[in-house]
């Protein structure tokens, strides 16, 4: 079947590429690339992927591409699913023949809720979606297609058996010729990474526990399986040698630095390629691996550190102590590795207290940027079983991620810290962070350095000091 792969239309600035993190539009403008969109569109000969949201398409103007399609795919979230449903609908009153289908960690966890929803809904994919997708199109039936729920022709919803966890992750094909066949790479921007970038995964599934993450609790599992070092350079190679406008080469697996020798032999690998890289790390890091890293073309690590207090990184299953993060943070310092520092707000164990040690660590071992979001109990995840168990959140109802503007929620609160004071502590920790003297400085130096990165960071300070008013408001 002809296939399109979409990321419908959203509110607009929505990060839709990793709703592994963030579900949101973020305080700077960003756009992670759809992977999981791509990954499977590298299987099936003449499909497409459209990411409206990157392109800024209009409900409209998406519909009559999609309505060119037999068979359309769309990638969903726990906040998005509302819209993305409505477009379904919009699409199937269109061209009733088409089949819509629906990918993503929300209908793996929900599939039959996903399904009752909305009937221009005919089957969504569960568990890794890759090969579940490619035997849609080749036309397989629907009985003997694992990992499928889907629609009967009488109305009633039958779910297939699971599809095995993928093991030979070499199996996958490139992601980044579809990148460049399909997506305007100019459109993905990340504040943190040098523009234009590409993101790509090395393996799937994270080691670790922490009780709020999605796609580990949802699709990807707990076990790290990667790719081989010969794949991930080849791809990296394909990336350098076809896609020369691009800066940066950012690895998103969930923990990249899991596994220390195979961390060291890729970035060996890439030292040679001559390609600027940077990665998800966990705040443990040895300086030795660091050092290679380092030496062979890192710039950034994207660092998970959550918060100051070590008793909420033990409540969320964290597998970090405060001390080991100050020493890796310091190593990255001497070694000149810049770090993306990443918190959460109203954890479970949060107080006024735990938020004010927090700010003052996050000053303390000063990122070069950071950002800040709030607990998101995702449907699937400890989190969410946890709030449903504590009455933090009431079971079967709508939970409010973000708003209609796409600004994140508080969705949890407790008797001594409301919903709305989380949700205000987020712009006090920003203006805590950006507004001394020191990060000034830091940043009036950098803008310094050219006229390109000072366009960017003026750019940047008008987005943020909208985004800080917005919230307020």
Excluded at 151 to 179: Q, T
Excluded at 182 to 190: Q, R, S
Excluded at 227 to 246: C, F, G, Q, T, Y
Excluded at 443 to 452: A, Q, T
Aim: aromatic share 10%; charged share 25%; with cysteine.
């Amino acid at each position: 079947m002809k296939t399109l792969f979409l990321q419908a239309p959203s509110f607009d600035g929505f990060d839709g590429g990793a709703g592994s993190r963030y579900q949101a539009k973020r305080e700077i403008r960003s756009f992670w690339y759809p992977t999981w969109l791509a990954q499977p569109a590298a299987m099936v000969p003449d499909s497409r992927v459209l990411d409206a949201p990157a392109d800024g398409l209009s409900v409209e103007a998406t519909l009559d591409i999609a309505a060119q399609y037999d068979l359309v795919i769309i990638h969903t979230s726990t906040p998005s699913f509302p819209t993305d449903a409505l477009f379904a609908e919009h699409l199937k009153k269109r061209k009733p023949s088409l089949k819509i289908g629906m990918v993503g960690a929300k209908v793996a966890v929900e599939p039959h809720n996903s399904l009752a929803a909305s009937e221009a809904i005919d089957f969504v994919c569960r568990e890794e979606f890759d090969f579940t997708c490619k035997e849609i199109a080749e036309g397989k039936p629907f009985a003997e297609i694992l990992g499928l729920s889907y629609r009967l022709p009488d109305g009633s919803l039958e779910h297939n058996e699971a599809r095995p966890i993928l093991e030979n992750m070499d199996e996958l094909p490139f992601v980044a010729p579809v990148y460049k066949r399909d997506l305007k790479i100019e459109n993905y921007f990340i504040g943190y990474l040098k523009h234009p970038y590409v993101s790509i995964y090395t393996g799937r599934g994270c080691r670790s526990r922490c009780t709020f993450c999605l796609w580990p609790q949802t699709v990807g599992g707990h076990r790290y399986r990667t790719r081989s070092v010969e794949n991930v350079l080849a791809e990296v190679k394909w990336i350098r040698d076809n896609m020369p406008e691009v800066k940066e080469i950012m690895f998103d697996d969930d923990t990249f630095t899991d596994f220390k020798p195979r961390v060291e032999e890729i970035a060996r690998g890439l030292g040679k390629l001559g390609v600027t890289w940077s990665c998800n790390a966990k705040a443990n890091v040895p300086y030795s691996t660091l050092k290679i890293m380092k030496e062979n073309g890192l710039r950034l690590l994207l660092v998970g550190y959550e918060s100051g207090d070590d008793q909420i990184l033990l409540n969320i299953k964290k597998g970090l102590r405060t001390d080991i993060a100050r020493r890796f943070s310091e190593d990255c310092r001497k070694l000149g590795i810049k770090i993306h520092g990443t918190f959460i707000l109203g954890l479970p164990g949060e107080t006024h207290e735990t938020i004010e040690k927090t700010i003052q660590y996050a000053k303390e071992i000063n990122p070069h940027t950071i950002q800040i979001s709030l607990a998101a109990p995702y449907p699937g995840t400890s989190l969410y079983k946890q709030a449903i168990e504590n009455g933090w959140l009431e079971e079967n109802k709508v939970i409010n991620l973000v708003s209609a503007e796409g600004v994140q929620l508080a969705a949890i609160g407790y008797p001594h810290l409301s919903r709305e004071e989380i949700y205000h502590q987020l712009e006090r920790f920003y203006k805590r962070f950006y507004f001394r003297p020191s990060k000034i400085w830091e940043i009036v130096k950098e803008m310094l350095m050219s006229w390109d990165m000072m366009k960017r960071r003026l750019r940047e300070g008008v987005e943020f000091f909208r985004f800080l008013r917005s919230h307020q408001a």
